[in-house]
């Protein structure tokens, strides 16, 4: 008996297949084994998650340290001071000089 799953040629007395779990009574029972399958695979998988996180707490790649976001945010507001607000006062000051 071939497997519809995974194409193996079993025996025709097996209930299920030997390579992938599929069972050959019904839908129902290769649907159950398949969401086992699926919870196992996400359980290990988050538990990986952990560990790599445990042994390196910080990547590089994909986050921000907190030195960077304060030196960004003092940058940020040094340029907007510059360029915003001294063209502001500057021109507020020129408009009052030149009303007097």
Known sequence: MKCPSCRT?????????????????????????LASIEQTLEAILAQLKKQEVQEKPFDSRTEVSTDAKYITGRIVNYLLGIFVLLPLVVGLLVLYLRVK
């Open 9 to 33: 040629d079993n025996l025709p007395s097996a209930e299920r297949c030997a390579k992938c779990g599929y069972a050959f009574g019904g839908p129902g029972d290769s649907i159950a084994c």
